[in-house]
């Protein structure tokens, strides 16, 4: 071949190689180029507490991403791009979580509590100093719900300290975790019994509007199928009518199209309907709606016969109102005398009015997500007991100062209890504090029951020394009960989170703290934190200053 | 009946009548209290956990238990023993009872007369450590009384145990000693009224507790509600040859100078877990300048683990483990004036000692036994 002709069979190979070539590394670093962004970082060379049931003496944990992606004994393998930080000497622990915490929120409730009330709605990530303080004292994980206010409170969050922009943090992991509810009912026994009247006509309008939700399909099914078999029936008679008169057979399609169009809306209405979302309800107060569905229960109940109910509400009389409202079945329709019967039964059934409310709360009675209800007197305990039973809710008792009264039977309705400040001061007053017992832990530890503590929920700065808290009920638990554990893995399995959060294990989100020693020792301090693999503290050097 | 056998008899029952309510059955005293570390009087930890006992009070401190003797040895493997520690801010067995407030100027009440020996809040003491309260009377008036220190346990015939009864003097400045129908009214008031009663004690006009601490013959201690109120305290009532501490929990770094200057001391807490950052590191900051700090946690009104809380936090804030164990015991004691008698382990002192199942300074650690006077008053449930 000449010289020519081969460098230009060469550039003509290059050329036709280049394209699949191009196409080639394209298509191999499309998937992985969000990993070429993501590059790795390594903690080397640290004693590592994973809450796994190991302690690792000397090694490392590798982050990419928001993940903890290896976590090895001695030195993993480093690539070029890989971070590597020296945590010789150090011990590293997952960041700790405040199960019950009121960081970011108001003091003082100014929402009035409703069932679609969200607490990540209130959360302020602007709280720097706040902030700064818990990631200081290892705090990365907070569960906020709303604060104070009595009743159905709406749901909590799980929250992240993950840094933003300016120093601000938080980013929420769920944001509807939890249904709250508050059953506290201080030392008024009248103010116990109409609080939980009234979470209970909530959860049962919820169960009617599912009821009527569900007849509503029903008879939709019905409707749909009268309509096809009347469509048919027109068809024939159509084909009929056609061969002895040739007509168009426009006018007999309508009643097709708009059983198509009607089919096609309803559809998309269920799959509305089914989605099951918690937007906000710009509705009147929840006092109005509890009162109108206590209306449309009495008239409902009322049509049904459901007169063994001496609770419900009695409301003055009021005129129907145009349309119908949650928890109604549709009437029977009243039989016309001339001839118009057909047409009525193949009336369309209206669906129930979209009841959000209901709609969240029908997400805990299936499960879906837990409900803390705070509870410190046994009878409030008693009573989220009772509703949990009748409404096949999966509870959480946030608080339970009086748990340990009723330990056996948390234990067997195996029902969590997430504590508050172990060391109270209000001991002197006639308040849901009276009966407050720092061996309560004792008593909860002895009958089995699952328990953690949090740092109360009631005061904004009180989540950083959660850890605190949590030695403290370690201590009284009577030995042999891990400080750590509670406000890591055993925080993190009560909440739901625990495959998440909790541990130091490949799949972990990666959330670390790393100990300047043995965490709880006195001079232990925290040094760097990592949330979500971002460095989102790291404590000023030189000073023997902690916070 | 014979002369002879009437003296018998008189003696006999003389005997069981003074048996019943004189002194009470003794507790089991113990030779020895054997652990792993104990607690220096300066609050650092020693590998030295065989603390000897003789005659109610501590003989010796040594690493080995060594030959035997008469009397039992308790051993706890692997604990901590520390002194009984010392609540300054206390008001067992007293609560409601300590308020009078119809003389602004009080100097003669005593707390002593208000105290309910038998209230369960002094088992509830010794369950957390506490071996030695102060009362006071309640902070309701310039010159509020005097103050007592008691033991929480080991008094004899169900009497407590009191260590003093003539001291320290008590004081109090901020909203609290207030009235609307007399003086003082405000603080202007306050500073006023306390003034012209320190220049007329220094005249020798008054009650004998003012003039001997007007003199530097008695000791006292001031509450001070809020900064400006410290700074009242040492302008009136600091001298260079009176002892005076000041009862105030803040984050005004700017009040150091004048403690130091003025050999002030400082009794800070309790503190808890919304207690600010900024708080933390004053009293931390107090400590390393050189003040005198002593900590207290105010059973029942606090928890009864809010003095270890209250030190946790200290250190927390940046105070030294040490300085902070000391605070709990050995410096109370000192401004109590009953550091001849308890707060450390040292030879001489009372044998009141707190076995923890760790260092006393982490809130994980419990309280396996306590020891007044040599004799165990207390034992955690296995």
Redesign the interface.
């Known amino acids: 071949m000449s010289d020519t002709r081969r460098q230009r069979h060469q550039t003509a190979c290059v050329r036709r190689a280049a394209l699949p070539c191009l196409l080639g590394a394209v298509f191999a670093a499309a998937p992985a180029s969000a990993q070429l962004f993501d590059s790795e970082t390594v903690i080397r060379d640290a004693r590592i507490i994973t809450m796994n049931g190991a302690v690792i003496e000397r090694g490392a944990v590798v982050i990419k991403g928001n993940r903890i992606t290896n976590v090895t004994t001695g030195e993993p393998k480093m690539g070029l791009l890989t971070k590597v930080i020296d945590a010789s000497d150090r011990t590293i622990t997952p960041g700790l979580i405040d199960a019950w915490s009121a960081m970011g929120v108001m003091d003082r409730a100014v929402s009035s509590g409703e069932v679609t009330a969200r607490a990540w709605d209130g959360f302020d990530r602007y709280d720097r100093e706040a902030y700064r303080?818990a990631l200081a004292?290892g705090v990365t994980t907070l569960s906020i719900g709303s604060p104070v206010t009595r009743g159905i409170t709406g749901t909590s969050v799980i929250v992240q300290l993950v840094p933003q922009a300016g120093g601000a943090a938080g980013e929420a992991l769920d944001v509807g975790s939890a249904l709250t509810i508050n059953l506290d009912s201080g030392a008024s026994a009248s103010d116990r019994i109409s609080v939980y009247q009234g979470v209970r006509e909530q959860f049962r309008t919820a169960r009617k509007y599912r009821e009527a939700l569900e007849l509503y399909e029903e008879e939709l099914e019905e409707y749909l199928e009268k309509l096809e078999a009347r469509r048919k029936k027109e068809e024939g008679d159509a084909k009929e009518a056609k061969k002895d008169e040739g007509d168009s057979p426009a006018p007999k399609e309508k009643p097709d199209e708009s059983g198509d169009e009607e089919q096609k809306e309803e559809k998309k209405q269920r799959r509305k309907r089914g989605g099951g979302s918690s937007e906000g309800q710009t509705d009147s107060s929840w006092m109005t709606q509890l009162i109108a569905a206590a209306d449309d229960d009495d008239d409902a109940s009322a049509s049904e016969g459901d007169a063994d109910d001496p609770t419900q509400p009695r409301p003055r009389r009021r005129g129907r109102r145009g349309g119908r409202a949650a928890g109604d079945p549709p009437k029977p329709e009243e039989k016309k005398a001339d001839g118009e019967k057909k047409e009525d039964e193949l009336k369309k059934p209206e669906p129930p009015k979209p009841d959000r409310k209901s709609e969240v709360l029908l997400r805990a009675i299936d499960r879906e997500i837990p409900v803390r209800v705070r509870a410190e007197r046994s009878a409030d305990i008693e009573n989220a007991l009772i509703l949990s039973d009748e409404f096949n809710l999966d509870i959480i008792i946030e608080g339970g100062t009086e748990a340990y009264l009723l330990a056996d039977r948390l234990a067997e309705a195996d029902v969590p209890v997430i504590l508050g400040?172990?060391?109270?001061?209000e001991?002197?007053q006639d308040n849901e504090y009276r009966r407050h017992d720092?061996a309560a832990v004792a008593a909860l530890r002895a009958a089995g029951v699952r328990w953690t503590v949090g740092?109360g929920g009631m005061?904004r700065?009180?989540a950083?020394?959660v850890g605190?808290?949590a030695?403290?009920a370690?201590?009284?638990a009577?030995?042999g009960?891990d400080?750590l554990s509670l406000v890591t893995d055993r925080a993190a399995e009560i909440l739901g989170i625990d495959r998440r959060l909790g541990r130091i294990q490949r799949g972990a989100r990666a959330n670390l703290v790393i100990w300047s020693g043995a965490p709880?020792?006195?001079?232990a301090r925290v040094e760097q934190v990592y949330v979500d693999g971002q460095l989102a503290y790291r404590a000023p050097t030189g000073?023997?200053?902690?916070? | 009946m014979t002369r002879a056998a009437r003296f018998i008899v008189a003696g006999l029952v003389l005997a069981s009548w003074s048996s019943a309510y004189g002194h009470g059955p003794r507790g089991r005293t113990v030779r020895a209290v054997v652990g792993a570390t104990h607690v220096a009087p300066d609050g650092s930890l020693v590998d030295a956990g065989v603390v000897r006992i003789r005659n109610d009070k501590i003989a010796a401190v040594e690493a080995e238990e060594g030959a035997g003797g008469a009397g039992d040895v308790d051993r706890y493997p692997g604990a901590v023993i520390a002194p009984g520690l010392i609540d300054l801010r206390s008001a067992i067995g007293a609560v409601g009872y300590q308020d009078e407030s119809a003389d602004p100027i009080d100097a003669g009440a005593s707390a002593a007369s208000a105290l309910n020996a038998g209230h369960r809040d002094f088992r509830t003491a010794v369950s957390a450590g506490v071996t030695t309260v102060m009362i006071t009377p309640a902070p309701v008036n310039l010159v509020c009384g005097v103050a007592v220190v008691v033991k929480t346990a080991g008094g004899h015939g169900g009497a407590l145990e009191v260590l003093r009864d003539d001291g320290p003097l008590v004081f109090s400045l901020g909203p609290s000693v207030w009235r609307s129908e007399q003086a003082p009214t405000s603080d202007t008031g306050a500073a006023q009224l306390l003034r012209a009663t320190m220049d007329r004690a220094a005249a020798g006009d008054g009650h004998a507790c003012l003039l001997a601490f007007a003199n530097g013959s008695l000791d006292a201690v001031v509450y001070c509600a809020r900064p400006m109120d410290v700074r009242t305290a040492i302008s009136t009532l600091a001298d260079s040859n009176r002892t005076l501490s000041v009862m105030h929990t803040g984050d005004e770094v700017g009040l150091l100078e004048g403690l130091i200057n003025h050999n002030v001391s400082l009794v800070a807490g309790p503190m808890g877990f919304a207690e600010s950052a900024r708080t933390l590191r004053a009293t931390a900051t107090a400590s390393s300048a050189g003040v005198r700090v002593a900590l207290a946690g105010a059973v029942p009104w606090a928890s009864s683990d809010s003095l270890r809380m209250t030190a946790a936090l200290a250190v927390r804030g940046g105070m030294s483990p040490a300085a902070a164990r000391a605070a709990m015991s050995t410096t109370p004691a000192g401004i109590a004036g009953v550091a001849d008698r308890v707060g450390a382990i040292k030879p001489g002192l009372d044998a009141d000692l707190v076995v923890f199942s760790g260092d006393p300074l982490r809130l994980d650690s419990r309280v396996l036994a306590v020891y007044v006077n040599g004799s165990r008053v207390y034992r955690a449930a296995e």
């Open positions: 303080e004292q400040p172990i060391a109270r001061t001991l002197y720092p740092s005061s700065s009180s950083r020394f605190l808290n030695q403290l370690a201590g009284h009577g030995g009960v400080w709880g020792e006195p001079d000073a023997g200053g902690g916070s």
